[in-house]
């Protein structure tokens, strides 16, 4: 068996425990995870975390560096929770086991094969399961929230598309920043053609990093009610689904109306927790 078919191997066989737990959820109104993100996105959206999480894994590992390949692997679960076009057991499968891999020592290089697996793993195959049970892959509120900070303080930073002032270009170059501007003025309705694409994926990740925040206790130190905690992670996800939608529309009304409701969903968190 070749390498990057048997981590996947490992992988699906670790996806089929999770699953043996049980779902988070029943589905129904209380679903966490809503089938929305369409099969297109859900693609560019895997293909964006792999290629992250083979970056990283191309170097010495920190603290930083294990919580972003913990997300990346997380996201890729998750979007095959949230896709509307199909499910895919076997990207999950190798979401999961990234996740799992990262605190090991030692496993920069089943990590990385994995992460390059990914690009050829099928995906709108099949229906979906519920919710699994992603609780358990042990992210924290660093890894659920510093990849939305600036690049400059560890953040991922924007899509150049995004980067649409001289700030968002430099040191305001970050996913918090640039919601903070799309919530402070109207964009022009030239500039959201030019930027919808880029936008419905912003808020495509955001709404799944909502749901899988909603997964997870508030920090231990937060002496907040954790019911705050889990209303902002869903109001995120939320707000990350309207913008999206608003941006394949080119509404620049419902933009800034998403917009505002993502920012408020953000601040509101980072008010009580950070």
């Known amino acids: 068996m070749r390498p990057q078919a048997s981590v996947l191997a490992a992988g699906l066989a670790l996806t089929a425990a999770f699953f043996a737990t ?22 560019e959206l895997i293909a964006r975390e792999a ?16 919580n972003r390949i913990k997300l990346g692997g997380a996201l890729i679960a998750a979007l095959t929770l949230s896709s509307k ?7 999950r499968a190798a979401g999961i086991t990234i ?37 358990k892959l042990g992210l924290d509120k660093a890894a659920l929230m510093d990849h939305f900070k600036t690049k400059m303080k560890g953040g991922d930073g924007l ?5 649409s002032s001289i700030p968002l270009k430099g040191t305001q170059n970050g996913v918090e920043e640039k919601l903070r ?3 402070k003025k109207k964009m022009v309705p030239a500039n959201l053609d030019k930027e ?27 002496k907040q009610d954790p019911a705050v905690w889990r209303d902002s992670a869903l109001a995120t996800r939320d707000a990350g689904f309207d913008l999206a939608a608003a941006a394949e529309k080119k509404d620049v009304d419902a933009v800034f109306k998403a917009s505002t409701a993502l920012n408020s969903a953000c601040s509101r968190c980072h008010v009580e927790f950070r």
């Open 51 to 66: 290629r992250i999480i083979e970056e990283t894994a191309g170097g010495k590992l920190d603290e930083e560096g294990v």
């Open 196 to 222: 919808a694409k880029e936008l419905a994926l912003l808020g495509y990740r955001a709404a799944v990093v909502g749901e899988l925040t909603n997964l997870y206790p508030p920090p231990r130190k937060a």
């Open 22 to 43: 049980g779902p988070t959820s029943a589905g129904g109104k209380d679903q966490v995870f809503k089938r929305a993100v369409p099969g297109d996105a859900v693609k």
């Open 85 to 91: 076009d199909g499910d895919s057991p076997d990207a």
């Open 99 to 135: 996740t799992t891999l990262a605190a090991k020592k030692g496993s920069e290089g089943d990590i990385k094969r994995l992460a390059g697996v990914l690009g050829s793993v099928a995906l709108g195959k099949g229906k979906g399961e519920g919710d699994a049970d992603l609780s």
């Open 159 to 163: 899509h150049p598309t995004l980067q």
């Open 181 to 183: 501007a799309l919530s």
